[in-house]
């Protein structure tokens, strides 16, 4: 393996643009179907991908990283403590503002991942503020759970046990049932964010994320057969797949997750590790990838916030609005990033300065 994978850092930036502009919820249409509908639905395999990143990270031949997974679930707390208190302070100022009443503030302070809505440009349009958490706090679920397994020395391949009859359910009642032109079970709405759905969706984590420390500790055997043949037929199929997925099942809303999504997710995350060192080099994306891409996840909602709030003047304009306002909203969320990233940087090398300084004086 690859010190640094630079083509996969190069894809996780593309990603994060991708989920920072699918959450701007652009209702920019092309034909009868509205643009960040169709991203939304389509873009099911960006999680997946993300939750595999994390889980081949974590295997070691020689069980180093494995011994880690309680301090790996520590930093993810402290990224939902960031990711809280960074929402509370700027809920705090539009409340201060006169933007938002104080039961926004409240609802950021005491909700655990608050759907919250915004209404902008006359009711038409919500901005959703820190909903998105909800990954964050999945992966440090399933690292908690994982880390339970390793204190207690139970083989990781029964994490399966839970995994893949959430993965079976997924792909089953959310994805083929539609296809025959039901969307209901046992009663149940299927699509929807209230339905198994969206209720299902945040829990898919845990089986990507096994995927991903399995492909790792059996990358030799996989490599021994998988061609790159094959993984560019995978990608190129997939979409088509999906596309296919989506016609049978007559909407694009809310899948889980598409059979064809689970196709591209595994396919680009493997294709990655075949792209030789010297090729497809893009230092900004590589450097986005490896610094920024965490906080742009802590601040991409904010930036939409902003945007849209500042956009409301042009609320009849349909591109200002829902093609330069996606745009601009990237721009200034890759900026609070970069900003964020030297603060902490700075104050890291601060902080050994002056932890050097002390060495010396003693």
């Given amino acids: 393996m690859k010190k640094d994978n630079h083509a996969l850092r190069t894809v996780t930036a593309i990603f994060m643009f991708f989920i920072a502009i699918t959450h701007y919820y652009s209702q920019f249409k092309i034909g009868d179907m509205v643009f960040s509908d169709a991203l939304t639905s389509v873009g099911r395999f960006v999680i997946p991908v993300f939750a595999m990143i994390s889980g081949y990270f974590l295997f070691s031949k020689d069980g180093h990283s494995e011994a880690k997974i309680k301090s790996k679930a520590l930093h993810i707390l402290v990224l939902i403590l960031i990711f809280k208190a960074v929402y509370l302070i700027f809920s705090l100022i539009l409340c201060i503002s006169g933007i938002v009443n104080f039961d926004y503030v409240l609802t950021e302070l005491l909700t655990v991942s608050p759907a919250y809505y915004f209404d902008c440009y006359g009711g038409t349009v919500g901005i959703m503020t820190t909903q998105p958490i909800w990954f964050v706090y999945s992966l440090f679920l399933v690292y ?18 839970i995994a893949l009859p959430i993965l079976v ?7 083929i049932i539609p296809m025959f032109g039901t969307n209901d079970f046992l009663g149940m ?3 929807g964010d209230q339905g198994i759905g969206g209720i299902l969706y945040p829990f898919i ?3 990507f994320f096994g995927m991903g420390y399995y492909l790792h500790k059996h990358k030799e055997w ?7 043949t094959m993984i560019w037929v995978a990608i190129f199929a997939s979409p088509f797949i999906i596309a296919l997925e989506a ?14 999504s689970l196709l591209l997710a595994l396919s680009l995350f493997l294709g990655t590790f075949r792209v030789p060192e010297d090729k497809g080099r893009i230092p900004v994306l590589i450097y986005i990838g490896k610094h920024l891409t965490v906080w742009m996840y802590v601040f991409f909602a904010m930036a ?8 409301q003047t042009f609320a009849d304009d349909m591109v200002v609005c829902e093609v330069v306002g996606p745009v601009l909203a990237l721009i200034l969320d890759i900026a609070m990033a970069l900003g964020f990233h030297m603060l902490l940087r700075y104050m890291s090398e601060r902080k050994k300065a002056k932890a050097g300084q002390v060495q010396v004086t003693a």
């Fill in 144 to 161: 908690g759970l994982w880390f339970l397994f390793h204190h207690f020395k139970i083989d990781f391949k029964w994490t399966w046990v």
């Fill in 169 to 175: 359910f997924a792909l089953a009642v959310v994805d």
């Fill in 189 to 191: 709405d299927i699509l």
């Fill in 205 to 207: 984590v845990l089986p």
């Fill in 222 to 228: 996989i490599d021994s057969w998988l061609t790159n």
């Fill in 247 to 260: 016609y049978l099942r007559g909407t694009i809303e809310n899948p889980v997750l598409y059979i064809g």
């Fill in 304 to 311: 939409n916030f902003i945007m849209r709030y500042a956009f």
